[in-house]
């Protein structure tokens, strides 16, 4: 069984567009992470999420909203798709207990590699 | 968080050790020292981290300078699989705190 699963692993679409990427993590986590990548290889984080509770939100535009329906679900959904949004897209878990030295040990799924047009 | 500095690529013959550098001089006395690899075209995987002490699991061991201001990440044995993008990363312990990805250093593991 896969730890972390991303679907789509691809997702090609057209500007103006709105689209969704779906993260499920089977290993009991409470939190978990939006990551993206770009073209030149930085890894970025978005958001992250504790018990569906929003814990990180980086400066990602109105665009991006993440929902998380619950701890092991949390999906990415992008309105009015820009150029500038092509990249991999990673979904991570961890397991962070509030008041505790958390051992900071993320995993990460395969990515989802979204191209605009 | 404090910032790393890692040198761009390196390269290691099989077989042979791959001792990978990292400086972040600027740490603090609650940050640990984090080490990630990312293999072509796979998602990010954690290898190992440490507070002060050297750490070593299955995957490799983790050198910190006493003054904590360096550390080294050694793969024993390198095979042309652990070709990947390292990343050494410094976070504060506990809740809520991210991990801030670097550009890394590219090890090329060669026949």
């Known amino acids: 069984d896969t730890a972390v699963s991303q679907t789509p692993k691809y997702l090609v679409t057209q500007m103006g567009n709105d689209k969704s990427i779906k993260c499920e993590q089977n290993?009991?986590?409470?939190?978990m992470y939006w990551y993206k990548q770009d073209s030149k290889k930085f890894l970025k984080i978005m958001f992250s999420?504790?018990?569906?509770?929003?814990?990180i939100n980086e400066t990602v535009p109105n665009r991006f909203s993440p929902k998380s329906p619950d701890k092991a679900h949390l999906n990415l959904h992008i309105n009015s798709l820009e150029l500038g949004d092509s990249a991999v897209y990673f979904c991570a878990s961890s397991q962070e207990v509030v008041g505790k030295a958390n051992t900071g040990e993320l995993f990460f799924g395969e990515g989802s590699r979204l191209t605009v047009l | 968080d404090a910032k790393t500095t890692q040198p761009p690529s390196m390269d290691c013959a099989e077989g042979r050790a791959a001792n990978l550098p990292c400086n972040h001089s600027?740490?603090?006395?609650?940050?640990?020292v984090y080490w990630y690899r990312q293999i072509h075209s796979q998602g990010p995987q954690y290898i190992i981290h440490g507070l002060k002490n050297n750490e070593t699991n299955e995957m490799a061991s983790l050198i910190i300078t006493e003054d904590r201001k360096s550390s080294t990440l050694i793969l024993p044995h390198a095979t042309l699989r652990d070709t990947a993008v390292y990343y050494c990363?410094?976070?504060?312990?506990?809740?809520?705190?991210?991990?801030?990805f670097g550009a890394g250093t590219i090890l090329r593991v060669k026949s």
């Open positions: 999420y504790n018990n569906k509770e929003l814990i």
């Open positions: 290993l009991g986590h409470d939190t």
């Open positions: 600027t740490i603090s006395g609650n940050e640990y």
């Open positions: 990363i410094v976070r504060v312990g506990g809740y809520g705190n991210k991990l801030v």
